[in-house]
């Protein structure tokens, strides 16, 4: 095993680091979107309640593993999750802290991409004079390799190139290039969002027009921030809120594991994790709320915004409203809030690259240099029918599976397994130690009941979600006894394909059921991809416990 000298820098450089793995695209894009779906301020109470009461105890979780699991030398999950219990089948659950992070980061740095992208061509001035129409079709001719026609051929495939191989250039550098880039990016990114935000409070009806002569900016903050307490007996906002959750503070991933790892014994955990935390939900609460959804609503209109909110507008809409403020403030505004999508995601994906650089220095001796560049070959070979094939559904399968499904799985066993069998009374121990702040005794019950409980709840929710995502009514039926009838999105019935498998039932056309079985073959070969990933990680784990038993470090 290769000893790793690797430390951080400063406390400051690791809460940054941390705070910028946490920070990411769905700070600004995920999290306005779904409050306006699940009705703006009715979802930030169920939102709030569930970062108390399963965001913070995962945070304590992952940093007092990740911080036990490198007094032994381990730095990512398979090794981090053996040391707190032995046992053969652990360290395949640890698995998921590698896999979940190469499969994610493969799509996730084509979105990251498209934030260079939207750089170049905002101070290109490409988008000058374009309708909110022609900024969607400039989009979606930008995801569509083989016709696109913004302008530089193939221009999606090389700025994803490019963007990965500034992500592996900077991970070759260690933790070190990793903080760096954290305190530059994360003040810009701060100063960037509140330049913007101060813009969306401070709008109002300037941005109304003839074709919307009632659009308010107001009317965007006002349904963000208007408490609805009835919203506290509605069970799909709550899995929404919680949901949010895994996106918000990257946790379920091994990331933070990783980064803990590193962590000297004594140092603190309690506040750190605090800290990353609530600069998260600072970014996110306060920042992403007052971008996107105001500034639309200032010049669209709220009913516009309730009808096309989408993950898509960030990149479909915004420009459009950047050009009515003119051609340099146009300018500026495209630079600032693409410029700002960047930062946040690449001190996220930075942070993917670790458990798997940190489990192949452990294991086979790599350095850093070559456990990068490894890193990006196998994100680049996973990810490109991501970029390919993105219309055909293959970068939406990756994000349910590997951005939803895993995050899920592997947070709920983590949580379990430290709570019952590692047991809270070595946890609680972990998470104190070294901790410069008290940490509320009530999290001591909260981490072995409630936390537990809340991830079982979301997991089986994915696992059964109810038809038109209507849950009191589907409980209703449950209990009348006329069953339980399942979405298409639940897992059980994605697993089937079976959305489509309908749509080619009831379709008439046959080019339209030529296209629908086209993308049930692409989505086949995104599984295929998927599981083989996740086998050939579990492969390693396998040669690195046999090395590890030839060497004495590891009993049968």
């Known amino acids: 095993m290769s000893k790793s000298n690797e430390a951080w820098g400063s406390r400051i450089g690791l809460i940054l680091a941390m705070a910028g793995n946490a920070v990411g695209l769905g700070n600004f894009l995920r999290f306005p979107v779904q409050a306006v779906q699940n009705g703006g301020g009715a979802f930030i109470i169920p939102y709030l309640v569930c970062f108390l009461l399963m965001g913070i105890p995962l945070l304590f979780i992952e940093w007092s593993s990740g911080r036990f699991g490198g007094k032994f030398g381990n730095h990512s999950t398979p090794y981090i999750l053996d040391s707190m219990v032995k046992g053969r089948v652990l360290k395949y659950i640890g698995v998921f802290g590698i896999f979940t ?17 939207y750089v170049y061509h905002s101070l ?19 995801t569509d390799i083989a016709h696109s026609t913004t302008g530089i051929p193939y221009e999606a495939v090389w700025f994803y190139i490019l963007c990965l191989i500034i992500n592996v250039y900077i991970l070759s550098k260690g933790l070190k290039g990793i903080e760096k880039v954290a305190k530059i990016g994360m003040p810009l990114l701060i100063l960037f969002g509140v330049i913007l935000a101060v813009r969306g409070y401070t709008l109002g009806t300037s941005g109304a027009s003839s074709m919307f002569p009632n659009a308010n900016a ?21 899995m929404a809120a919680a949901g949010q959750i895994f996106f918000t ?8 594991h990783c980064y803990a790892a590193y962590l000297k014994t004594k140092d603190d955990i309690a506040l750190n994790a605090l800290s990353a935390g609530f600069m998260n939900e600072f970014v996110e609460v ?30 479909q809409t915004m420009p459009y409203l950047f050009e009515q403020w003119g051609p340099f403030l146009a300018t500026m505004g495209g630079f600032m809030w693409f410029g700002l999508l960047f930062f946040a995601g690449i001190t996220s994906s930075l942070a993917m690259g670790t458990p798997w ?5 452990d294991e086979f001796g790599w350095n850093s240099n070559k456990g990068a560049w490894t890193f990006g070959a196998l994100a680049l070979i996973m990810g490109l029918p991501t970029v390919f094939f993105y219309q055909q559904g293959v970068f ?18 983590e949580t379990i397994l430290f709570s019952w069998i590692f047991g809270m009374k070595k946890g609680w121990k972990e998470i104190t130690d070294g901790a410069d702040v008290k940490v509320p005794t009530i999290y001591k019950f909260i981490i072995k009941f409630i936390t537990p409980l809340m991830l079982i709840v979301v997991f089986l929710g994915a696992l059964f979600s109810p038809l038109n995502n209507d849950w009191s009514g589907n409980l209703k039926s449950l209990f009348s006894g006329n ?54 990680i579990s492969l390693l784990v396998y040669l690195a416990y046999n090395k590890r038993v030839k060497e004495g470090r590891e009993t049968l």
Do not use: H
């Open 101 to 117: 992070n190469i499969a994610v980061v493969s799509y996730y740095t084509y979105i990251e991409s498209w934030t260079m992208s």
């Open 124 to 142: 290109k001035g490409t988008f000058n004079g374009m309708s909110q129409g022609d900024v969607a079709g400039f989009f979606n001719s930008y």
């Open 218 to 238: 107001w009317d965007g903050l006002n349904f963000l921030w208007t408490p609805q307490y009835s919203s506290l007996l509605d069970l799909k906002v709550w």
């Open 249 to 256: 503070l990257s946790v379920g991933m091994g990331t933070i």
């Open 286 to 315: 306060v920042l992403g709320s007052a971008i996107v959804i105001p500034i639309a609503a200032g010049y669209l209109g709220l009913d516009w915004v309730l009808n096309n909110a989408s993950f898509g507008m960030a990149f």
């Open 357 to 361: 650089m940190g489990f192949m220095r």
């Open 396 to 413: 939406d399968e990756y994000d349910y599976w590997a951005g939803t499904v895993s995050l899920v799985v592997f947070a709920m066993l």
């Open 483 to 536: 069953g339980w009838n399942l979405a298409n999105s639940s897992i059980i019935k994605t697993i089937t394909q079976s959305g489509l498998k309908e749509q080619i039932a009831t379709a008439t056309d046959s080019v339209i059921i030529q296209g629908l079985e086209d993308k049930m073959f692409y989505i086949s070969m995104a599984r295929i991809l998927l599981i083989s990933l996740f086998i050939f």
